[in-house]
């Protein structure tokens, strides 16, 4: 049986790849890939020519069963996101669950730790707190009110994932969820370690209307870290 190495890579700057990263890419008979083409630009970067397959959210049983059958021969398989860890927010962790249930302990499933945009925002955010809910990306419609309630319920501080397309409606939704007594406190990275990158705090009313200043706020990806007053954190 082969080996499934599931390996964390750069989430903006190439540099941001380890040196264990790079021998398993070399070592591996095929690097399973979320986008052929943006995994490519990385390996092109330290001249890697390892083959590429993709594996992606709507990978079907064909696709699967393929990846199935390298493993039983005996192929070593790196699984990587388009960026940072695979599993957080993308769909390496549904791969990994069926690789343990189709081939159990006969495929060794090994971690390659690296970046994630999750563990990025928290170390600059300033906030210091040890314990979170994490809810990745919102629902676009169904299921996004509850999601917003549970924010809102929550004891803890909230990280959640958003795009371009959604970050200004995130942040309308937040501020009409919002205890205008006690306002939430929003910490939200963009672009994280790319040349563009931004960090922008306090309410969601202040960081929309920063954003509004400027279309070129409303490019790339963000996380918003949401803490309100009454979150639990032992470092207070």
């Known amino acids: 049986m082969g080996i499934l190495r599931v390996v964390g890579t750069p989430i903006g700057n190439l540099e941001d790849i380890s040196l264990r990263a790079l021998r398993i890419f070399k070592e591996s008979d095929f690097i399973l890939c ?3 083409r943006v995994t490519r630009k990385l390996l092109d970067n330290y001249e890697i020519k390892t083959p590429t397959i993709s594996y992606h959210q709507h990978s079907g049983e064909l696709k699967v069963d393929k990846i199935l059958a390298l493993l039983e021969e005996g192929k070593n398989l790196s699984l990587v996101t388009d960026a940072g860890t695979p599993g957080i927010s993308d769909p390496g962790g549904k791969l990994v669950s ?3 249930e189709k081939l159990g302990e ?3 499933i090994e971690s390659v730790p690296g970046p994630s945009a999750l563990t990025t925002a928290i170390s600059i955010a300033g906030i210091g707190f040890d314990r979170f809910l994490f809810l990745g990306f919102l629902p676009h419609k169904k299921g996004r009110q509850t999601m917003l309630k549970e924010i809102s319920a929550s004891s803890y501080p909230v990280i959640v994932y958003e795009s371009k397309h959604r970050i200004v409606k995130l942040l309308e939704e937040l501020e009409t969820f ?4 006690n306002p939430y406190q929003l910490s939200v990275g963009r672009e994280l370690t790319k040349m563009f990158e931004s960090l922008y705090e306090g309410s969601a009313a202040e960081i929309l209307a920063e954003l509004l ?3 070129n706020n409303l490019k790339g990806e963000f996380v918003v870290i949401i ?6 954190n032992k470092y207070e």
């Open 34 to 36: 979320e986008d052929t």
């Open 98 to 100: 069926i690789v343990r």
């Open 106 to 108: 006969s495929v060794k």
């Open 178 to 181: 919002n205890d205008h007594k």
């Open 213 to 215: 200043k400027d279309a």
């Open 227 to 232: 803490k309100k007053p009454n979150s639990k």
